[in-house]
């Protein structure tokens, strides 16, 4: 059974919402409290398939690092 698992969305809204706000992976690294990278960042803004684990942390960092709530929904369209 051969079944593709499709793994690249195209580009995220949360690089927008960075862009917006004027933040970099650097920044949501340095806001997040829990252990995420620079390449975890980069891979949520080009749309690699993330763990919703990963996901939560990035939307955490990014909530802390903004100032704003934003929701899952709203960084992610997958």
Same mark, same amino acid.
């Given at each position: 059974?051969?079944?593709?698992?499709?793994? @690249?969305?195209?580009?995220?809204?949360?690089?927008?919402?960075?862009?917006?706000?004027?933040?970099?992976?650097?920044?949501?690294?340095?806001?997040?409290?829990?252990?995420?990278?620079?390449?975890?960042?980069?891979?949520?803004?080009?749309?690699?398939?993330?763990?919703? @684990?990963?996901?939560?942390?990035?939307?955490?960092?990014? @909530?802390?690092?903004?100032?704003?709530?934003?929701?899952?929904?709203?960084?992610? @369209?997958?």
């Amino acid at each position: 059974m051969n079944i593709e698992i499709k793994r @690249n969305f195209g580009e995220q809204p949360i690089r927008q919402i960075m862009i917006d706000h004027d933040l970099k992976p650097m920044d949501l690294v340095a806001a997040s409290t829990e252990q995420i990278t620079h390449k975890m960042v980069s891979r949520a803004c080009k749309g690699r398939r993330l763990t919703s @684990n990963v996901k939560s942390k990035i939307l955490n960092a990014l @909530n802390k690092a903004a100032g704003k709530e934003y929701s899952m929904k709203e960084l992610f @369209n997958y």
